[in-house]
């Protein structure tokens, strides 16, 4: 079988996949909290609209990991996005019955199109070349960009389109988005094949492939390690990070990256606001944000493919430092710092994302991959959730600028740790 045009094939069914369930992802969250706050009458509860779905996202981290540990990448994202699209049609009933707490748990559910979403991007990486998984998985985050910019846009007309059709209010961007989850379902069923992760366990033989520049080899497998093909968990992922320092530093790095890039984003409207600024200048300033998330990660990969993870790695917590200097020394009337800031915020993400799930497949045998990422994914997310919360208190309590300084310290001791811890391996 030619692996290479498989690894083709399965770029591009993933993606189509990324940007489908991208369509269902931000045109659902795009009026989720305005929904929410009209059937509690309660804009504190509202809030709870985005901490449920990130909170799904979260808890089916796992569970979409330990499927695709037993059944293969298909499985996973197959549950995944089944749990997205039933969340839908839970939305949907709890908007036509007016009942928010059902809706709340509906969006929990709903999270299960950014689990699908970010478990894609570690599906990209099972059939990769030695030295190509970093832009492999760039690749399938760029098109997100597609999902992620188009889906808000497409609120407003699928909520026109529900009333025409009769659909009670507010229910037309939750209808979309159960016809883009369900779309990414069939997409990832029907094309999905053969699946990479099983293809790649049926050609490994039980060696694992070499690392890329920078990047420490997986250690050899063992009669442990294979046993763990049909115990995927929490319990895996985290003997497997016990073994492996290298993949603990990439999952550090993950979780840091994203908490600094949440936490000063969350806040950003917030304090854009307060200078008076109208949703038109807000939207801007968070589409130049999600630009430098998605739009140069094919760079980000080849660079990582290139120097190395650990160097990308640092990179992005010197990027997400000027990031956090940039927007937090800004006033709010100084639009113009405060965007070239949140681009700098998501380009920051970006390399410690793609560089930092590339260092983490690596590092961990084959056996024990979907374990990892799934743990990665969870913490990941719930590190993000408590970032905004503690961004939220910070900003109230104190100001914005505190909160660029305290991100920019959390980034430098991230950087400075990474380089420190990186050295004496590469010695070893």
Same mark, same amino acid.
């Given at each position: ?18 940007? !489908? ?10 009026? +989720? ?19 449920s ?6 808890l ?9 540990n ?6 996973? $994202?197959?549950?995944?996005?089944a749990?997205? #699209?039933?969340?839908? %049609?839970?939305? $949907? ?5 007016r009942?928010?707490?059902?809706? %709340?748990?509906?969006l ?14 570690? +599906? ?24 992620? =910019? ?37 997409v990832? @069923? #029907? ?7 099983l293809?790649a ?7 694992p ?5 920078g ?14 093909? +049909? ?24 979780? #840091? ?8 984003? +969350? ?16 939207g ?5 944000h999600?630009?430098g998330?998605? =739009? $140069?990660?094919?760079?980000v ?8 993870? &650990? ?11 000027a ?15 405060? &965007?070239?800031? @949140?681009? $700098? ?12 799930s ?5 590092a =961990? ?29 910070? =900003?109230?309590?104190?100001?914005y ?20 811890? !990186? ?6």
């Amino acid at each position: 079988m030619n692996i290479a045009a498989v690894q083709r094939r399965t770029l591009a069914v993933l993606s189509i996949a990324q940007i !489908t369930g991208g369509v269902g992802v931000a045109v659902g969250t795009a009026l +989720s909290s305005l929904v929410v706050a009209k059937l509690s009458g309660s804009v504190a509860i509202s809030g709870l609209a985005g901490t449920s779905s990130v909170l799904g996202a979260a808890l089916l981290a796992l569970p979409t990991a330990g499927a695709a540990n037993r059944g293969g990448r298909r499985a996973g $994202l197959t549950l995944a996005y089944a749990c997205a #699209v039933l969340g839908c %049609l839970v939305a $949907l009933l709890a908007i036509a019955t007016r009942v928010w707490p059902l809706l %709340l748990a509906g969006l929990v559910l709903f999270g299960g199109g950014s689990a699908g979403n970010l478990a894609s991007r570690y +599906s990209a990486t099972d059939l990769s070349a030695p030295g190509h998984s970093a832009r492999h998985l760039a690749w399938v985050v760029w098109a997100a960009t597609i999902g992620s =910019v188009t889906g808000p846009n497409l609120a407003e007309p699928a909520e026109r389109l529900g009333r025409r059709l009769g659909l009670a209010p507010d229910t037309g961007p939750f209808a979309l988005s159960l016809l883009a989850f369900a779309l990414a379902l069939a997409v990832v @069923l #029907v094309a999905l094949r053969p699946d990479p992760l099983l293809l790649a366990r049926a050609t490994s033989q039980g060696s694992p492939a070499p690392a890329a520049p920078g990047s420490p080899a997986a250690p050899a497998p063992t009669r442990a390690t294979a046993r763990t093909r +049909s115990r995927g968990g929490l319990r895996a992922g985290w003997r497997a990070l016990r073994e492996s320092p290298a993949a603990s530093r990439a999952l550090v790095a993950i979780a #840091v990256a994203h908490t600094a890039m949440v936490s000063v984003m +969350s806040m950003t409207p917030v304090h854009l606001d307060h200078a008076g600024a109208g949703y038109r200048t807000i939207g801007v300033v968070l589409s130049v944000h999600i630009a430098g998330m998605f =739009v $140069l990660s094919p760079a980000v990969g080849w660079l990582a493919d290139r120097i190395g993870r &650990t160097r990308v790695l640092v990179l992005g917590m010197g990027v997400l430092l000027a990031a956090a200097l940039l927007a937090g020394g800004a006033g709010p009337h100084d639009i113009g710092r405060v &965007t070239a800031g @949140l681009g $700098l915020l998501g380009v920051g993400w970006s390399c410690g994302l793609i560089a930092g799930s590339a260092m983490l497949t690596e590092a =961990v045998p084959l056996e024990r991959r979907p374990a990892v990422q799934g743990l990665s994914d969870l913490l990941m997310n719930v590190c993000g959730a408590g970032g905004t919360i503690l961004a939220g208190l910070i =900003v109230s309590g104190l100001s914005y600028g505190t909160l660029g300084t305290a991100t920019a310290v959390m980034v430098t001791v991230t950087a400075a740790w990474l380089a420190l811890t !990186t050295r004496p391996a590469r010695a070893a």
